[in-house]
């Protein structure tokens, strides 16, 4: 694996979510997302309350406008202009994109990674990784913004081809997710972002973030993955009102053995560990197996709530604020 796995598979299993309706809905929803080691060190020192609450904003969606608005900043789409506002409220400005030039940005990335791609040698012995995906109901329930929701668990592991997990070691990537109604006010802003991208792609049914693009040809098995993991989500019929995801690596006795050896580092098998560089191995909260056995690392937290619903949305809830000027 190359560099960005951890953000590949954040972004792929978020936007895997994409469901399909149409209509006004107002909602609070907070994200938090914790990094583990020294990077979450990092990130708390700088991040400020952000870091340490997460962050909560308003989405308002009117028909094929929304716009996501946190204290200081926000970001209106605009479905029918194909354009994306950058708003900057504390500033009283905002920059304009139109999905050309998204669209543009994207080639030019992809184009770039794929070229990078092309260009790496394979080091002797080099791994190739392929996933696999399982996904469950739990029967379990629990009301969240005054819906009755149901607890679905998705799980994507990274593996060597022709090894199990235990046997190569790996990264597991699990979506606790807890779903509303398929008829859900909350649904019409996940189907937003499909819109959003069937728009910007012209593809049916494009659910990958801008970032994939750029990044798919790197990651030899991906996209069979994604692809059993789409299945495997459609079956889950609901929408998603608290998802917590959890990264986690995998790494055999052996390999943690020669990870020692080497000194400081990361704490993920071979190949994946290139997009954190290394820290010490002690940062990252081993959770050991039998003995001999694989050790597993959380890496990455992230939680994702819907707080609150409304239906009541105006037409300056999705405008640029009167006064604000563009940059």
Request: charged letters at 25%; a positive charge.
């Amino acid at each position: 694996m190359r560099k960005g796995m951890v953000a590949l598979g954040t972004a792929c299993l978020v936007c895997m979510l994409a469901v399909s309706l149409q209509a006004d809905v107002k909602s609070r929803q907070k994200t938090q997302v914790k990094f583990e080691g020294a990077i979450g060190r990092v990130v708390n020192m700088f991040g400020g309350k952000a870091a340490k609450d997460g962050i909560t904003n308003t989405i308002a969606l009117k028909g094929n406008k929304q716009l996501t608005a946190s204290e200081n900043s926000g970001e209106l789409i605009d479905l029918d202009a194909e354009k994306i506002y950058t708003i900057d409220f504390k500033g009283k400005s905002y920059k304009v994109m139109t999905f050309a030039e998204m669209r543009k940005q994207i080639e030019d990335a992809r184009a770039q990674a794929q070229k990078q791609a092309g260009g790496e040698k394979a080091e002797p012995g080099e791994t190739t990784w392929e996933f696999s995906v399982d996904a469950k109901k739990t029967g379990q329930t629990k009301t969240l913004a005054g819906e009755t929701c149901k607890q679905a668990i998705l799980t994507v592991t990274a593996h060597p081809k022709g090894k199990t997990l235990e046997q190569g070691g790996g990264m597991i990537i699990t979506m606790d997710s807890w779903l509303g109604p398929v008829g859900s006010a909350h649904r019409e802003q996940v189907d937003f972002q499909q819109r959003y991208m069937k728009k910007l792609f012209g593809k049916e049914g494009e659910t990958l973030a801008r970032d994939l693009m750029s990044a798919m040809a790197m990651y030899p098995g991906l996209q069979d993955g994604l692809a059993r993991a789409q299945k495997e989500i459609a079956k889950m019929e609901g929408t998603p009102f608290l998802t917590t995801m959890t990264v986690e690596s995998v790494m055999t006795a052996e390999q943690a053995s020669r990870e020692q050896e080497k000194g400081p580092g990361l704490g993920l098998p071979k190949g994946l560990g290139g997009m954190f560089g290394r820290k010490k191995s002690e940062e990252a909260p081993k959770q050991a197996g039998p003995a001999g056995g694989p050790q597993r690392s959380t890496l990455i937290t992230s939680v994702t709530e819907v707080l609150s619903l409304e239906s009541s949305v105006s037409a300056a809830d999705v405008e640029i604020p009167a006064g604000f000027k563009q940059k």
